[in-house]
T-cell receptor, first 115, second 118 residues
């Protein structure tokens, strides 16, 4: 079974609109962490935001926030007021005890912001 | 701080040639990682090193070897390159911490090496 599922291979969004990128995960480990990374066309992998399974509040970092719904096992990334520079691949990843704390990656979502 | 650096940025090899990809980090991180990324896919872990002096296999270790030279440097070697090893290779590092009772170690990535094996 897929541990990390990103169901949206690609998305087109109008500039300045909010974007939600979906990520669902599968784990029985009570201690886990969820990460979002951005990969622009230049190729580098940029860390955006982290949510721990014990964190009481949803993580936020500037225009990025994580809609963490533990019971549904989802950790959607929300980008507010999208900008042209947000066009990139976005990857969701999970770390759990059972995988010896190594990151398990989703297949990614390609986001294109339209002017 | 430079963060995580990788050399070379690009490399073309012929089948059977060998090469070493270099990675260094200046963030005093304990753990380092090597990944490969194939077109249209997420990252797959090749090897990792939880601390200086230790290395462990990841998801796709066949055809690769690694050396954790010291705390800063972690190299990846292809002994006999094959076309199936054509990929983009990323090095990453992380420092283990805890937050609210859970372990945290965000990985920070180098710029990648684009390798083509003919």
């Amino acid at each position: 079974a897929q541990k990390i599922t990103q169901t949206q291979p690609g998305m087109f969004v109008q500039e300045k609109e909010a974007v939600t990128l979906d990520c669902t995960y599968d784990t029985s480990d009570p201690s886990y962490g969820l990460f979002w990374y951005k990969q622009p066309s230049s190729g580098e992998m940029i860390f955006l935001i982290y949510q721990g399974s014990y964190d009481q509040q949803n993580a936020t970092e500037g225009r990025y926030s994580l809609n963490f719904q533990k019971a549904r096992k989802s950790a959607n990334l929300v980008i507010s007021a999208s900008q042209l520079g947000d066009s990139a691949m976005y990857f969701c990843a999970m770390r759990e005890r059972d995988s010896n704390y190594q990151l398990i990656w989703g297949a990614g979502t390609k986001l294109i912001i339209k002017p | 701080n430079a963060g995580v650096t990788q050399t070379p940025k690009f490399q073309v090899l012929k089948t059977g040639q060998s090469m070493t990809l270099q990675c260094a980090q200046d963030m005093n991180h304990n753990s380092m990682y090597w990944y490969r990324q194939d077109p249209g896919m997420g990252l797959r872990l090749i090897y990792y090193s939880a601390s200086e002096g230790t290395t462990d296999k990841g998801e796709v270790p066949n055809g690769y070897n690694v050396s954790r030279l010291n705390k800063r440097e972690f190299s990846l070697r292809l002994e006999s390159a094959a076309p199936s090893q054509t990929s983009v290779y990323f090095c990453a590092s992380s420092r283990t911490g805890t937050s609210g009772g859970a372990r945290t170690d965000t990985q920070y990535f180098g710029p990648g090496t684009r390798l083509t094996v003919l």
